[in-house]
């Protein structure tokens, strides 16, 4: 069975600054894909980021961007220049590429951007 | 836009009570998921279904059964509500693409049921 873990329950950085979220997981695929899920106060659950695991490089969507270290089952997410709106839960999530189409969910990150 | 929607934000129930959480998709999706989320432990899945009156199990089924009757529409039900069962609920779809590709799930707001 996957495993996903978040080891930083919670994470307080000021506007503009960069701050970087970690998950690391644990299964025996070797194809998968990654995922960073964001939750906003009271708000529906949006995809942030996506890494497939047979990609070598790491995936970006403008301030977003994540650390993907296959062999040491790390994929951590990298927000630059963060904003308020950027304050939400933070979850990283894993899938299987055969198969049913279950995400495997780690236990969240709450981060909140201060003014 | 893909729309998720369900049909309670809030809901408080009474311990032993039959109840129902539906979740409906506008996006002709084949996939539909129910997950349970709780502080400090993420989301977890409660049941799937990629088709309509198919229906397998997740990670956490005891207490919860489903039903999918139309392909919009997938229902979490709980047949005697329980205090432990005091969640965030949220429903997800996907389109069921072909082995190796990926699509994106999309989510609706959750429901969060206090049991009482």
């Known amino acids: 069975a996957q495993t996903v873990t978040q080891s930083q329950p919670e994470m307080s950085v000021q506007e503009a600054e960069t701050v970087t979220l970690s998950c690391t997981y644990d299964?025996?695929?070797?194809?998968?894909?990654l995922f960073w899920y964001k939750q906003p106060p009271s708000r529906q659950m949006i995809l942030v980021i996506r890494?497939?695991?047979?990609?070598?490089q790491n995936a970006t969507e403008n301030r977003f961007s994540v650390n993907f270290q296959k062999a040491a089952k790390s994929f951590s997410l990298k927000i630059s220049d963060s904003q308020l709106g950027d304050t939400a839960m933070y979850f990283c999530?894993?899938?299987?590429?055969?198969?049913?189409?279950?995400?495997?969910f780690g236990q969240g990150t709450r981060l909140t951007i201060n003014p | 836009d893909v729309k998720v929607t369900q049909s309670s934000r809030y809901l408080v129930k009474r311990t032993g009570e039959k109840v129902f959480l539906e979740c409906v998709q506008d996006?002709?999706?084949?996939?539909m998921f129910w997950y349970r989320q709780d502080p400090g432990l993420g989301l977890r899945l409660i049941y799937f279904?990629?088709?309509?009156?198919?229906?397998e199990k997740g990670d956490i089924p005891e207490g919860y059964s489903v039903s999918r009757e139309k392909k919009e529409r997938f229902s979490l039900i709980l047949e005697s509500a329980s205090t432990n069962q005091t969640s965030m609920y949220l429903c997800?779809?996907?389109?069921?693409?072909?082995?190796?590709?990926?699509?994106?799930?999309?989510f609706g707001p959750g429901t969060r049921l206090t049991v009482l």
């Open positions: 996006m002709d999706h084949e996939n």
């Open positions: 999530a894993f899938m299987k590429s055969q198969g049913a189409q279950k995400l495997v």
């Open positions: 997800a779809s996907s389109l069921h693409g072909s082995t190796g590709s990926y699509n994106e799930q999309f």
């Open positions: 279904s990629y088709d309509v009156k198919m229906k």
């Open positions: 890494q497939e695991a047979y990609k070598q």
């Open positions: 299964t025996s695929e070797n194809n998968y894909y």
